[in-house]
């Protein structure tokens, strides 16, 4: 192997193990030098390559009530949609905590009159008096971000334990894919304007993107 190539080759396992290094816990190095770490048993798993490139996937499953094709379909909507959201929690979250003490305090004054004969009345008179207190804990925590170039890599169902499940994605890949596409759509060709309402919204000819696994 040359020099040149050598050297190239200890710096992006160089980069990739620094990459890992900067994120909490352990990361897993596989022979080609990326490294693979992940953020809890269920994901989201994070991939830093040699030459500095990554990929982020996450993976959700759901229960499939009525295993029919329509049931199938709609778990895994549904598991995409938190496998997105397992994405966003896991770049950033806002987390609140608070707490709240109410006291409540009743009076009650109570009189009865007990009248044994027209001449002789008894009045007995009970006053009550009833506190509560409530403590209230209230944690929360809201996710929010936009998600740019995530696509779907794999999506199946399992007889066994009636659980479907999806695998999204995103990498430096689609985000760029994602990006050079809004910028087409924003900015029309030159030339290809009209007095047409359409050319003002930079309308496209239609066009179909894939990314395989391997290219994502």
Do not use: H
């Not at 996450?58 to 994405?87: H, M, N, W």
């Not at 659980?163 to 050079?180: C, F, H, L, M, P």
């Amino acid at each position: 192997m040359p020099i040149s190539i050598r050297m190239f080759a200890v710096a992006g396992m160089l980069v990739a193990y620094s990459c890992a290094q900067s994120l909490a816990g352990q990361a897993d190095f596989d022979p080609d030098g990326s490294a693979t770490w992940a953020a809890g048993p269920r994901g989201p798993w994070i991939n830093i390559n040699p030459d500095g490139s990554w990929r982020l996937r996450s993976k959700f499953s759901t229960p499939v009530e009525f295993a029919d094709r329509r049931g199938i379909a709609k778990a895994q909507i549904i598991a995409e949609e938190k496998a997105k959201a397992a994405l966003v929690r896991f770049m950033k979250q806002d987390v609140a905590s608070a707490r709240v003490v109410t006291e409540i305090q009743n009076d009650l004054n109570k009189a009865t009159q007990e009248r044994a004969t027209e001449s002789k009345a008894t009045i007995t008179k009970t006053d009550t008096r009833t506190v509560i207190e409530n403590l209230t804990e209230i944690t929360s925590s809201i996710a929010a971000a936009t998600l740019r170039g995530v696509v779907i890599l794999e999506e199946g169902y399992d007889d066994n334990t009636k659980e479907a499940w999806v695998v999204v994605g995103i990498s430096n890949k689609t985000v760029d894919a994602a990006r050079a596409t809004q910028r087409m759509i924003d900015s029309p060709a030159p030339g290809n304007r009209s007095n047409s309402d359409n050319s003002s919204l930079g309308m496209q000819p239609s066009e179909v993107r894939r990314f395989p696994q391997k290219d994502w």
